[in-house]
């Protein structure tokens, strides 16, 4: 059983990447998404 983690900034993410990630994510079991701004990772 292969265990894959996959963590990526969106914002980083070229935009003729995207797709591609996209495709990536859908085959995952498990999806955790978060988005804080910079106030809320300070705390």
Not at 13 to 27: N, Q
């Amino acid at each position: 059983m292969l265990l894959l983690l996959l963590m990526v900034g969106l914002w980083r993410l070229h935009k003729h990447r995207r797709a591609s990630f996209a495709e990536l994510a859908v085959l995952s079991r498990t999806a955790v998404c978060c988005r804080v701004t910079l106030s809320q990772k300070a705390q």
